[in-house]
């Protein structure tokens, strides 16, 4: 080996080790970037997503009938897949609601995905704050939906009064 050769092999070798000719990282190489991060930073989010969630006061069964009506009037079409897909999200030890609404947003357009994201957040945080682990909206409705039912049947009871004291006690026929 001349000692040309050497040299140039030597060069060679402190060019290697301080980083030249080595290629590109993957952080530099856009193939290999985060695309998730970047859809991230380029969609909308509503302001209820930054606020966070203990999903271990949460009773997500309580929820299941309030998101399936939502998925049914925004697609105009009962969808058990995407309802399934919800909960399994919110099933996992930490939720990330700006990643939930990007992992919907292919099942409802954008703008479904950040109204519902923001609707669904915010009834996770009423059920938070309550201490039956049930949004308040949802015990609202179930209440009014009680005193409806009392109110019905009070109605009808009345009704049956009224006929009864119209018509008179009716005759019964015994057989011997």
């Given at each position: 080996i001349?000692?040309?050769?050497?040299?140039t092999?030597?060069?060679?070798?402190?060019?290697?080790d301080a980083?030249?000719?080595?290629g590109?990282?993957?952080e530099?190489d856009?193939?290999?970037?985060n695309k998730?991060?970047?859809l991230?930073k380029?969609?909308?989010?509503e302001?209820?997503?930054?606020k966070?969630v203990?999903?271990?006061?949460?009773?997500l069964?309580?929820l299941?009938e309030?998101v399936?009506?939502?998925?049914?009037?925004?697609?105009?079409?009962q969808?058990?897949v995407?309802v399934d897909?919800?909960?399994n999200?919110?099933?996992?030890?930490?939720?990330?609601?700006?990643?939930l609404?990007?992992n919907i947003?292919?099942?409802?357009?954008?703008?479904?995905?950040?109204?519902?994201?923001a609707?669904?957040?915010?009834m996770?945080?009423s059920?938070q704050e309550?201490?039956?682990?049930?949004p308040?909206?949802i015990i609202?409705?179930?209440?009014?939906?009680?005193k409806?039912?009392?109110?019905?049947r009070?109605?009808?009871?009345?009704?049956?009064?009224?006929?009864?004291?119209?018509?008179?006690?009716?005759?019964?026929?015994?057989?011997?």
């Amino acid at each position: 080996i001349s000692r040309g050769s050497v040299e140039t092999f030597t060069t060679f070798r402190q060019i290697m080790d301080a980083g030249f000719f080595r290629g590109t990282t993957h952080e530099q190489d856009a193939r290999f970037s985060n695309k998730e991060k970047k859809l991230l930073k380029s969609m909308r989010f509503e302001d209820v997503l930054d606020k966070k969630v203990n999903m271990k006061k949460v009773k997500l069964d309580t929820l299941r009938e309030w998101v399936t009506k939502e998925v049914e009037d925004m697609l105009n079409e009962q969808d058990d897949v995407l309802v399934d897909f919800i909960f399994n999200q919110l099933e996992e030890e930490d939720v990330e609601p700006k990643k939930l609404q990007l992992n919907i947003t292919g099942f409802l357009n954008a703008k479904n995905a950040r109204l519902f994201t923001a609707k669904l957040w915010a009834m996770l945080v009423s059920a938070q704050e309550n201490d039956a682990g049930i949004p308040q909206t949802i015990i609202d409705a179930k209440a009014q939906q009680i005193k409806k039912e009392q109110e019905d049947r009070e109605r009808i009871g009345a009704v049956i009064r009224k006929r009864k004291s119209r018509f008179g006690p009716t005759a019964t026929t015994t057989t011997a």
